[in-house]
């Protein structure tokens, strides 16, 4: 993707958000608009879920807050959900968000906050409220049962923060108190003689996707101020537990660095472990880790040890839940008095079980059976092996299906039949990576015994300990490697707190420093992909899974550019499904920067989502055989080819080559016009019009003169005696319409076109009528491009804002250009996903619906949305559209070509 494609979103989304923070009757539009090209901004999510609860939109208001609330622990959320709750009259949820607003956060003591929260305390049942002022103090208002009363304590105190050592030997940071994030906390330095200072902060940082809600406040302590002081040193609240990046030893940064790609001698050949050590380090999410040391305890190899490090944990139930493990000897528990992190927490078991091989476990996992046996027996393969990663759907470097990671977390029950299928395929493969991932990690007796422990006085709370243990690992001879036949999954996800990720960056730049080359050396493996195969291969194994038993086997050959085309081939293969048979379909594979790179796109199979199998891509210019001899084993029966868009040539020889029926459905006219879409420029400057569908040698002239937007370059007499030959050939050539029906058989005498329809126009819709007048609201519903009508839109929309009209119009979707629409004052919403399109209607209100579309389109879903929302369309009299709104009498047909005057005149009358 190009840079200027990147940060479009991004520039839409704050253009949209300043808009919306000025007020207004459409301050909601705007930030609806904002959040829907910046969703995961809080921000925005804040300003949007207020503006909601001003428009008495409390379900939507209140599910804001929630979400809000519930991942960044704001009082504001917490504070705006008691208030949607109690607008919806719903006592039970104002009572379970002012409990944690009470209980977890600092309050002013501003009489206007108290009297509503003691008010809605009262009318949840309660007769006082206690409440923590910036003090400290602990305050009871009014008298009996007392909401609030049982405070948090550690979270009205908790300091969060990152401290970073500096070149010159100083430290850097912030920190932030989130309980009451309106003014610096107090922050103490403390020597490892238990000397102890203040630390001074300064002014607050800018808000950055880090810390968006949270103000952080910065410090530094120069290395004259530590002269003196013993490292490490440990930076904490005054009521204790460090910040994340503390304890820190500025000493640690002064080694030399050791170029990341450098290699020590080979090591012996290792002697026998003294046994298998499981190391668990444990800290939240009794359910998650119940479920992942179950996995370990049901897997384990006989005699292996299950070490379990409860790292303070601030979740009572789940240290009871490990003690009681302890207690029944089903594991060894080991518990830090104050939380260390991922580091500490792996060497206080690593010095429980010297000489042992070790897999180090995060709590969030699922072991399946038989993976421990798999990544033994590839550390033992070979000598030079120092750690071995499996294969996981969330595991950096190690990530399947998508090697980018992302991946959705599988159940025990799958994760089990995955790594059965990866070690039927893969066996004891090997693929040598630069560094092995922490989720779970083999490391052989002999590695460990020579490179040491983690490295908390670096790399504290954790990320990338493992990084640099495996580096040092290379340099001591060893290699990490991925065992391509094993799966494990992990549920993953950087934690949404600001230290997280501040610690993330802190931790790989001093990795870098250190070994100078990391990045780049991941860089280059992530660019040659050496894994490619493996994961092809088990890609390849749960695609005959998927067609085995199937009563047929069919292809669908379509585009990846999503729209009407990946609609209905999904309803097809729906429907392939429900009839017991199995759907493939081969699409192109959409490119990273698909504005610069040019057609043929690379053909990727798959049975489900786009992405569930991403392996299966081909090159259908050098690797047509190889697909051809997987689909043949595969059983394909019958191909339906839907698009070409984007795809080889060759993949119009599929159905022949594997000697099976094709059946062929009209999405378009490309089969007779290189544009597809009958449209053309009788100028250069000019916009696109219907080009009335002229004799050949017209349509030849046509794209002689304009070579934009020709999608096929065969020349249109060649084009067209392919597509006759293709039709002649073709078991069944369908179109959605009756419209597109003909218009095919007209340009091709003797072929039949069935016209079936992708929805039923018969079904009864209610259409309201408009207002007779006053204003209008316009909407113009889809994606909205040169061909659906953009030009027309943006010049109704300057005449109806030149002639003083009562007409605004709202593009409920996207379009080619929402800037110029904007210009011309036309609301954008910004594009929606399948079955967003009625919620955002209904949002709208809009009178009646305009779809100015100027090409004979063969169906229009649009219209059919418009009906459900019951709005009255006005089309243009061409196409599916036009045809259908004739045939049902449900809307209005306007001859196309009308001046946008005269379509504005229409629309203030139009109407049932």
């Given at each position: ?31 609806e ?28 208001a ?107 030997g ?10 009451w ?7 103490f ?44 040193f ?43 050590a ?102 033992y ?35 089990t ?60 001879g ?71 038993g199937a ?119 490309g ?103 006053g204003?209008r ?19 109704c ?40 399109a ?41 196409g ?33």
């Amino acid at each position: 993707m190009s840079r200027a494609a990147r940060h479009r979103p991004q520039k839409a989304a704050s253009e949209a958000w300043a808009k919306g923070r000025l007020g207004g009757a459409v301050a909601r539009d705007w930030l609806e608009r904002a959040a829907r090209f910046a969703p995961d901004d809080p921000r925005i999510g804040l300003d949007l879920a207020r503006a909601r609860l001003d428009a008495d939109d409390f379900a939507a208001a209140r599910a804001a807050y929630e979400r809000l609330a519930r991942r960044y622990d704001v009082a504001t959320g917490w504070m705006g959900m008691a208030l949607a709750a109690l607008r919806q009259g719903d006592m039970t949820g104002v009572t379970t968000a002012l409990d944690v607003l009470l209980t977890r956060h600092v309050l002013a003591d501003e009489p206007g906050s108290v009297a509503f929260l003691r008010q809605a305390a009262a009318m949840a049942g309660f007769g006082a409220i206690a409440l923590t002022r910036p003090d400290g103090a602990r305050v009871r208002l009014g008298t009996g049962r007392c909401l609030g009363e049982r405070a948090d304590e550690l979270a009205l105190t908790r300091v969060e923060g990152l401290v970073t050592p500096r070149a010159d030997g100083g430290l850097e940071g912030w920190a932030a108190r989130p309980a009451w994030p309106d003014e610096p906390p107090a922050l103490f330095l403390t020597d490892a003689t238990g000397r102890r200072e203040r630390v001074r902060l300064g002014r607050a940082l800018p808000a950055d996707d880090n810390a968006p809600l949270l103000p952080r406040y910065r410090f530094r302590v120069s290395a004259r101020k530590l002269a003196g002081l013993v490292p490490p040193f440990g930076l904490a609240g005054a009521t204790g537990g460090d910040i994340f990046g503390s304890p820190v030893d500025p000493r640690a940064l002064a080694e030399p660095p050791r170029r990341a790609e450098a290699r020590g001698p080979l090591p012996p050949a290792p002697k026998p472990a003294a046994g298998l050590a499981l190391v668990m380090p444990a800290y939240r999410g009794l359910e998650e880790t119940r479920a992942a040391l179950e996995s370990v305890l049901d897997s384990a190899p006989r005699g292996a040890r299950v070490l379990v490090v409860d790292d303070a944990s601030p979740e009572p139930g789940l240290s009871a839940y490990l003690a009681g493990m302890a207690g029944r000897g089903r594991i060894e528990l080991f518990r830090h008095e104050r939380n260390q992190g991922f580091c500490a927490a792996v060497n206080t078991a690593l010095a429980k079980a010297p000489g042992h091989d070790v897999v180090l476990l995060n709590s969030d996992i699922l072991l399946p059976p038989g993976a421990l046996e798999t990544l033994r027996d590839v550390a033992y393969a070979n000598h030079a092996t120092g750690t071995v990663t499996p294969l996981s759907n969330e595991g950096s470097l190690a990530s399947y299906p998508r090697a980018q990671g992302g991946n959705q977390m599988p159940d025990l029950a799958e994760t089990t039949r995955l790594n059965g299928l990866a070690r039927a395929v893969n066996g004891l493969d090997a693929v040598e990576v630069p560094t092995g991932v922490g989720f779970c990690l083999f490391i052989r007796h002999d590695c460990q015994a020579a490179v040491g422990a983690l490295r908390g006085d670096l790399y504290a709370q954790g990320y990338g300990e493992e990084n640099d243990f495996c580096l040092r690992a290379r340099q001591a001879g060893f290699v990490s490697v991925l065992a391509t036949g094993a799966f494990v999954a992990h549920r993953g996800g950087v934690s949404f707190r600001a230290q997280a990720r501040g610690l993330m960056a802190r931790n790989l730049a001093i990795l870098e420093r250190l070994f100078p080359g990391y990045q780049a050396l991941v860089a280059a493996h992530f660019a040659a992909d050496p894994a490619a195969g493996a994961r092809a291969r088990l890609d390849e194994a749960r695609l005959r899974e998927a067609v085995s038993g199937a009563r047929e086997v069919v292809l669908m050959i379509s585009h990846s550019h999503g729209g009407g085309v990946a609609r209905q081939v999904r309803a097809e293969m729906a429907r392939v499904r429900a009839d017991k048979g199995a759907a493939l379909l081969l699409a192109t594979e959409f490119p990273a920067d698909p504005e610069r790179t040019p057609y043929p796109w690379r053909a990727r199979l798959q049975a489900g989502e786009a992405d569930d199998m991403p392996g299966l891509s081909f090159a259908l210019e050098t690797a047509f055989d190889q697909l051809m001899a997987l689909l043949r084993d595969l059983g394909v029966g019958r191909v339906v080819l839907h698009h070409t868009l984007g795809h080889h040539p060759r993949v119009r020889e599929i159905a022949g080559a594997l000697g099976v029926a094709q059946e062929i459905v009209v999405h378009d006219y490309g089969a007779f016009c290189p544009r597809v879409n009958l449209l053309s420029r009788p100028a250069p400057t000019e916009p696109p019009r219907y080009c009335g569908e002229p004799a050949e040698a017209a349509c030849v002239a046509c794209c002689a003169r304009d070579k934009g937007g020709v999608h096929e370059r065969l020349g249109v007499r060649r084009l067209r005696a392919r597509t006759r030959a293709e039709f002649a050939a073709a078991s069944r050539v369908s179109a959605p319409s009756r419209d597109a029906a003909r218009r095919m058989m007209r340009h091709f005498p003797g072929v039949t076109v069935e016209a079936t329809p992708w929805e039923e126009d018969a079904l009864p819709y209610e259409l309201r009528r408009p207002p007779a007048t006053g204003k209008r609201r316009v909407a113009v519903i889809g994606g909205i491009g040169p061909a659906k009508g953009f030009e027309v839109l943006r010049d109704c929309a300057l005449d109806a804002r030149a002639r003083g009209l009562g007409l605004e119009f709202v593009v409920v979707g996207g379009s080619s250009d929402d800037e110029r629409l904007i210009e011309a004052g036309v609301f954008v919403t910004g594009p929606y996903q399948e079955g967003e399109a009625q919620g955002l209607i209904a949002q709208l209100r809009p009178d009646l619906a305009f779809l100015p579309s100027i090409w004979p389109e063969t169906w229009c879903f649009a219209l059919t949305e418009a009906w459900r929302a019951g709005l009255w369309p006005v089309v243009f009299d061409l196409g599916a559209q036009g045809e259908r709104v004739r045939t049902t009498g449900r809307g209005l047909a306007l001859p196309l070509g009308l001046p946008p005057g005269r379509v504005n005149d229409v629309l203030l009358r139009a109407g049932p």
